[in-house]
């Protein structure tokens, strides 16, 4: 068991390791994705070429530039609300990397590349393009990031630290799910507790023998949302996928959308109800839903009231363009 003091032993509510990309953030029109024939609302893996060709087709459109990844938008998050994160990830000695680290470290993360020589290459870049309807479409080119390995994590922050908190999009490389198996097995050694989003339904679908080697029945906190669930379990309904999602996972939330989220304790089912809200963008709301909870519960609030604070950062999230929200927007949420 780990101990419920804790809190005043580790240095790092959490530590993160994940795809470090610089997103790209633009406005898009359905027919756009049409004519370049890219998958809607899917989170796509292409070539540098394809990615600097969907550039060039939006004519020069006006994109926001940010730091991201979904690991490194939950570390943020936790670190906006006054919490402490570390975060593990590869960025190359390149501009984007430059904006990378200065952007994290501005964030007040602690990263694995303060003070690292960086490769030469390609820092990894997400083209996040939303269309009218508020739907989010990602064409990601992983770039150096598809290099992360075992060499990437940091021991000594793993142990302390009270969570290790994993994308799932790490499973997408053999590299990537080494470094995952062994942040989970340092972290088991050093009575750490783990955490993992599953982050995508087709990513789901597509390796979900390697999540279920890497989840088994040793993940203290799952994270997903209802079709993520569904991909995992096999299950039909959303019934059926949280009754098999307890053989795996110690703890639980599926988050639902508009309609809140659910919560499994470890002992009982909590529903947190969903904040009414206009949505405009919703990049970003899973992962700063997982970075507010996490900071809950890894400051003292429990599992009702940190799905309360999740759900409100997330609805507050998906109100607005891009996956976060100012220092001022989270500390008012705190009040």
């Excluded at 609030?301 to 989270?330: C, D, F, N």
Aim: aromatic share 8%; hydrophobic share 40%.
């Amino acid at each position: 068991m780990v101990s419920t003091n804790t809190k005043h032993m580790k240095k790092y509510n959490v530590y993160g390791v994940g795809n470090a990309l610089v997103d790209l953030e633009c406005k898009i029109t359905a027919e756009f994705l049409e004519e370049q024939q890219v998958a809607k609302g899917l989170m796509t893996l292409v070539d540098e070429a394809t990615q600097q060709r969907l550039l060039e087709a939006m004519l020069h459109q006006d994109y926001e530039r940010k730091s991201g990844g979904s690991a490194a938008n939950t570390m943020i998050a936790i670190s906006q609300l006054g919490g402490s994160a570390y975060y593990s990830c590869k960025v190359a000695a390149d501009e984007f990397g430059d904006f990378y680290l200065a952007d994290m470290n501005n964030a007040g993360v602690e990263t694995n590349l303060d003070g690292q020589t960086r490769q030469a290459g390609t820092t990894g870049k997400c083209l996040l393009m939303v269309s009218e309807d508020s739907d989010r479409t990602m064409n990601t080119f992983l770039g150096i990031s598809s290099e992360l390995s075992t060499q990437e994590l940091s021991a000594l922050a793993i142990q302390s630290s009270e969570y290790v908190y994993l994308e799932g999009y790490l499973v997408a490389t053999q590299r990537g799910f080494s470094a995952m198996k062994k942040a989970f097995s340092i972290a088991e050694k050093h009575g750490v507790h783990t955490s993992i989003t599953l982050s995508d339904p087709s990513l789901v679908q597509a390796f979900r023998p390697k999540f279920q080697e890497v989840i088994g029945a040793s993940v203290d906190l799952l994270f997903c949302n209802e079709d993520e669930a569904k991909a995992y379990t096999g299950a039909s309904s959303l019934l059926e996928a949280r009754e098999a999602l307890k053989k795996d996972a110690k703890r639980f939330v599926i988050t639902m959308g508009k309609n809140g989220a659910m919560i499994f304790d470890g002992d009982t089912f909590i529903d947190i109800e969903p904040f009414r809200v206009k949505a405009l963008d919703t990049n970003g709301a899973g992962d700063m839903f997982a970075g507010s909870f996490l900071y809950g519960i890894t400051n003292g609030i429990g599992y009702a009231e940190a799905g309360k604070l999740a759900t409100k950062a997330a609805s507050m999230v998906v109100e607005q363009y891009g996956p976060r929200l100012s220092w001022h927007q989270m500390q008012d949420l705190l009040e």
